[in-house]
């Protein structure tokens, strides 16, 4: 079993900048591929990005160049830092971890609130 602690949502201002944290329990975080989705009201969950268990990483294209997601398997915990953040970045913000034979984990998830 895994469980995934979000952290760092809050409230920012169009234009600003925010680092959500993802924190892992389990042993074998270092194989684990972790994502980062998000969730606006009355939409459907949406994949933002991914970083692999060998450091590639992969963005949505709304994202591009003002997210980075990255990860420290000393700490089990992957980052996500958002820059240049717009109105419509605000959701809930949700870290996934899964790979081959590890299973499939969700967090809570971490509110994203962001005003123009």
């Known amino acids: 079993q895994v469980q995934l602690v979000e952290s760092g949502g809050g409230l920012v201002q169009a234009g600003g900048s925010l680092r959500l944290s993802c924190v892992a329990s389990g042993r074998i975080f270092s194989r684990a591929d972790m994502g980062w989705y998000r969730q606006a009201p009355g939409k459907a969950r949406e994949w933002v990005a991914t970083?692999?268990?060998?450091?590639?990483?992969v963005y949505a294209d709304f994202v591009k160049g003002r997210f980075t997601i990255s990860r420290d398997n000393a700490k089990n915990t992957v980052f996500l830092q958002m820059n240049s953040l717009k109105p419509e970045d605000t959701a809930a913000y949700f870290c996934r971890y899964y790979g081959a034979g590890l299973g499939d984990y969700w967090g809570q998830g971490t509110q994203v609130t962001v005003s123009s």
């Open positions: 970083i692999l268990s060998g450091g590639h990483t």
